[in-house]
């Protein structure tokens, strides 16, 4: 990147609406993320923003420093027994715990677990390959997402097998 171009990407100041194509990723629900306007947008993310403060980040510090710690024993064990660890899932599994403590107040505790909860962290990933295909098909050239996604709350299903099903479903589309 042009480093005399980086104010002009990186500006706070300057105001930018969302381009329609990323909002209507989100579906057509008048939310947060599927607003285009940028006013409008600071106006409904205004309830969340007390939960992205310093202040409100900050006081997660000694939690991240505490999980921190247990995975360096992780690490200490492991060399004193000659045990091989995968740091993909380590960290991956540290990342999901600080995530699920920060947003639901809870944590998998995917660090103490042998395999560092190497199934959710791969069904994860798995969901991270499906973006592209989502991002540009959801409510744009598919249409026929639309249907799929509104009709998940009347699934009596959990969600992963949601995605599971959803992965069948986005598979027989692309075949097809």
């Given at each position: 990147m042009d480093p005399d171009?980086?104010?002009?990407?990186y500006s706070i100041s300057k105001r930018v609406d969302k381009p329609l194509r990323a909002a209507e990723t989100f579906g057509p629900v008048p939310s947060s993320f599927g607003t285009v306007e940028h006013e409008l947008h600071r106006i409904r993310r205004a309830p969340m923003n007390q939960h992205f403060s310093k202040r409100s980040v900050s006081e997660l510090h000694p939690w991240i420093a505490s999980r921190i710690?247990?995975?360096c024993v992780r690490f200490e064990n492991a060399v004193k027994s000659g045990e091989i660890l995968n740091l993909k899932y380590a960290y991956a599994a540290l990342g999901l715990d600080v995530i699920y403590q920060y947003c639901f107040s809870r944590t998998l505790d995917s660090v103490l677990m042998p395999d560092f909860n190497m199934e959710y962290i791969d069904a994860l990933e798995e969901g991270f390959h499906m973006t592209p295909v989502v991002s540009h098909s959801i409510y744009g050239?598919?249409?026929?997402?639309?249907?799929?996604?509104?009709?998940?709350?009347s699934l009596?299903?959990?969600?992963?097998?949601?995605?599971y099903f959803h992965c069948q479903y986005v598979t027989v589309l692309l075949i097809s």
């Open positions: 171009f980086f104010d002009e990407v710690e247990k995975l050239s598919f249409g026929v997402w639309e249907p799929l996604i509104t009709s998940y709350s009596n299903c959990t969600g992963l097998e949601f995605y």
